[in-house]
């Protein structure tokens, strides 16, 4: 019988102990052995708990017990959830996380940590919640090479975009409809400026790159500027608007990568339009596959709690065993993404016509109805340091959005 700690009773935490108990006897046979909750570390104490037996408050008694193999890091945040994975690797105990934005800080040296203790630092629900995106990357698609990973990774902003367009809500009205449902943190700012998905296109692209993609050089704008008025020209374009995470891989002398996190105007006919709620989706392109897509729920209590739990099976099948995972602590370079190219609809005061063609030259307007005092066009194919460049020079300007190609 293997036993488990659970660092952290939270949300995700007790959703493990939970799935490892209903479906104790299927994660057996899947596992090859029993697998039994022997701790569950917390600060707080839960009375009238069903396993409030097993809560413990020091954490030197899971580095200390000979019999956890596997500790659950479900506590979230850097520290101390870094602390404890560390020293529970440097035990030879296997660890598992959904936690995001401590993969993405210490991901590749976790794992090289791991390789040399024999042991694994597993991490599928740091990612599109109960979405397999990690296990495929690492496994099913090693034979592909992975040219772009792209796709909405962030449930609390799909909500909200989903909720602006279908009721025509603002951005607060929508924002505290998420709050009341549990889908948005009190201080939702990780989610609304982008900086969840940033992270988790970071991991993803650290695995498709093999080396360390950090997050903080990643371009990232959230939805906070977002309005009814973009969907009433989406709609007018067929198009809806979505937060989109990316990396993609610029093939020449030596590889490059672009990654960005940033509100995109999306086509009617791209499967990522009809992605809505809280529902993720992740679109991972190869070069011999073509495009797969993984849709599911990206968050949630129990779709999370599973992926760290057929972690947990992974290292219960493999004791003693090492889990290739490529992804060296090596830093690689991000393109420039001033650099980039791409279109714009751009929304300008009525008033600011004239200098918006001497600009940006001749345009066809799109005025939609229900909207005065403005109109909106789309530019050519330009770089993004021009168009901001041009943006600076038009004091007009309402909003713009860039468009998914």
Same mark, same amino acid.
């Given at each position: 019988?293997?036993?488990?700690?659970?660092?952290?009773?939270?949300?995700?935490?007790?959703?493990?102990?939970?799935?490892?108990?209903?479906?104790?006897?299927?994660?057996?046979?899947?596992?090859?052995?029993?697998?039994?909750?022997?701790?569950?570390?917390?600060?707080?104490?839960?009375?009238?708990?069903?396993?409030?037996?097993?809560?413990?408050?020091?954490?030197?008694?899971?580095?200390?017990?000979?019999?956890?193999?596997?500790?659950?890091?479900?506590?979230?945040?850097?520290?101390?959830?870094?602390?404890?994975?560390?020293?529970?690797?440097?035990? !030879?105990?296997?660890?598992?996380?959904?936690?995001?934005?401590?993969?993405?800080?210490?991901?590749?040296?976790?794992?090289?940590?791991?390789?040399?203790?024999?042991?694994?630092?597993?991490?599928?629900?740091?990612?599109?919640?109960?979405?397999?995106?990690?296990?495929?990357?690492?496994?099913?698609?090693?034979?592909?090479?992975?040219?772009?990973?792209?796709?909405?990774?962030? !449930?609390?902003?799909?909500?909200?975009?989903?909720?602006?367009?279908?009721?025509?809500?603002?951005?607060? &009205?929508?924002?505290?409809?998420?709050?009341?449902?549990?889908?948005?943190?009190?201080?939702?700012?990780?989610?609304?400026?982008?900086?969840?998905?940033?992270?988790?296109?970071?991991?993803?692209?650290?695995?498709?790159?093999?080396?360390?993609?950090?997050?903080?050089?990643?371009?990232?704008?959230?939805?906070?500027?977002?309005?009814? @008025?973009?969907?009433?020209?989406?709609?007018?374009?067929?198009?809806?608007?979505?937060?989109?995470?990316?990396?993609?891989?610029?093939?020449?002398?030596?590889?490059?990568?672009?990654?960005?996190?940033?509100?995109?105007?999306?086509?009617?006919?791209?499967?990522?339009?009809?992605?809505?709620?809280?529902?993720?989706?992740?679109?991972?392109?190869?070069?011999?596959?073509?495009?797969?897509?993984?849709?599911?729920?990206?968050?949630?209590?129990?779709?999370?709690?599973?992926?760290?739990?057929?972690?947990?099976?992974?290292?219960?099948?493999?004791?003693? @065993?090492?889990?290739?995972?490529?992804?060296?602590?090596?830093?690689?370079?991000?393109? &420039?993404?001033?650099?980039?190219?791409?279109?714009?609809?751009?929304?300008?005061?009525?008033?600011?016509?004239?200098?918006?063609?001497?600009?940006? !030259?001749?345009?066809?307007?799109?005025?939609?109805?229900?909207?005065?005092?403005?109109?909106?066009?789309?530019?050519?194919?330009?770089?993004?340091?021009?168009?901001?460049?041009?943006?600076?020079?038009?004091?007009?300007?309402?909003?713009?959005?860039?468009?998914?190609?």
């Amino acid at each position: 019988m293997a036993k488990v700690a659970v660092l952290g009773y939270g949300t995700v935490g007790s959703g493990v102990v939970e799935v490892l108990e209903k479906n104790r006897s299927l994660i057996a046979k899947r596992a090859g052995e029993e697998l039994e909750v022997k701790y569950i570390l917390d600060l707080r104490d839960f009375p009238g708990d069903p396993y409030e037996d097993r809560v413990i408050h020091d954490v030197e008694m899971i580095m200390g017990d000979p019999e956890i193999q596997i500790v659950c890091e479900t506590m979230g945040g850097n520290e101390p959830a870094y602390t404890f994975s560390k020293r529970a690797i440097l035990a !030879g105990k296997s660890v598992c996380t959904s936690n995001k934005e401590l993969v993405a800080n210490h991901g590749a040296e976790l794992i090289a940590l791991a390789r040399e203790h024999r042991c694994n630092y597993l991490f599928e629900a740091s990612v599109g919640g109960g979405i397999p995106v990690i296990r495929p990357l690492c496994n099913a698609l090693t034979a592909e090479r992975i040219n772009e990973i792209s796709g909405i990774l962030n !449930g609390t902003t799909n909500y909200i975009l989903t909720k602006m367009e279908q009721e025509k809500t603002r951005f607060e &009205d929508a924002l505290k409809s998420a709050q009341e449902l549990g889908y948005a943190e009190r201080n939702p700012e990780a989610d609304v400026e982008g900086q969840d998905a940033c992270r988790k296109i970071a991991i993803l692209a650290s695995l498709m790159s093999g080396k360390t993609v950090d997050y903080r050089d990643i371009y990232t704008e959230g939805i906070t500027q977002i309005t009814p @008025e973009d969907f009433v020209y989406a709609r007018c374009m067929g198009m809806t608007v979505k937060l989109l995470a990316m990396c993609k891989r610029r093939e020449g002398e030596k590889e490059e990568y672009l990654a960005a996190v940033a509100p995109y105007l999306v086509s009617g006919q791209n499967p990522l339009a009809g992605v809505n709620d809280v529902f993720n989706a992740v679109f991972i392109h190869g070069n011999m596959l073509g495009e797969s897509m993984f849709y599911g729920r990206g968050a949630g209590k129990l779709p999370t709690a599973s992926a760290v739990v057929a972690d947990v099976v992974d290292c219960a099948k493999h004791p003693g @065993e090492h889990i290739i995972c490529l992804w060296e602590e090596e830093k690689i370079r991000l393109l &420039d993404f001033g650099q980039t190219k791409g279109r714009f609809l751009v929304r300008v005061k009525e008033a600011g016509e004239d200098r918006a063609r001497n600009l940006f !030259g001749d345009f066809e307007k799109i005025v939609p109805d229900g909207i005065t005092g403005e109109f909106a066009f789309v530019t050519k194919v330009m770089r993004e340091e021009e168009a901001v460049q041009k943006f600076g020079g038009l004091p007009e300007l309402v909003a713009r959005i860039r468009i998914k190609d």
